[in-house]
């Protein structure tokens, strides 16, 4: 079982920075993939980074060039470094967790609250 916390979300105006954490509450991290997902208003769930234990991070289009998805597998944390933030990207991020070298998006954190605003 894995148990996901989010924190580090809020109100930045439009080109500002944020840094999403993610508590794993596991024996160790090193045995999953680790994601972020997004969820604005009226839209469903997309996917937004991921970062497995091996290899390159994925992004979605949209935020390649402004955010950086780390982990700090001794410390069962993973982050989410979002640069030049736009309205758009306004949304419930979630951080979720797959067992390593799959998309079985099994495990899901509660999510924290992304608002882009002047």
């Known amino acids: 079982q894995v148990q996901l916390v989010e924190s580090g979300g809020g109100l930045v105006q439009p080109g500002g920075s944020l840094r999403l954490s993610c508590a794993a509450s596991?024996?160790?991290?090193?045995?999953?993939?680790m994601g972020w997902f997004r969820q604005a208003p009226g839209k469903e769930r997309e996917f937004v980074a991921s970062r497995d234990v091996y290899g390159s991070p994925q992004y979605t289009e949209s935020v390649k060039g402004r955010f950086t998805i780390s982990r700090d597998d001794e410390k069962n944390q993973v982050y989410l470094q979002q640069n030049a933030l736009k309205p758009e990207d306004t949304a419930i991020y979630y951080c979720?967790?797959?067992?390593?070298?799959?998309?079985?998006?099994?495990?899901w954190g509660q999510g924290t609250q992304v608002t882009v605003s002047w």
């Open positions: 596991v024996d160790t991290m090193r045995r999953y993939r």
């Open positions: 979720s967790a797959a067992p390593r070298g799959t998309d079985d998006w099994s495990y």
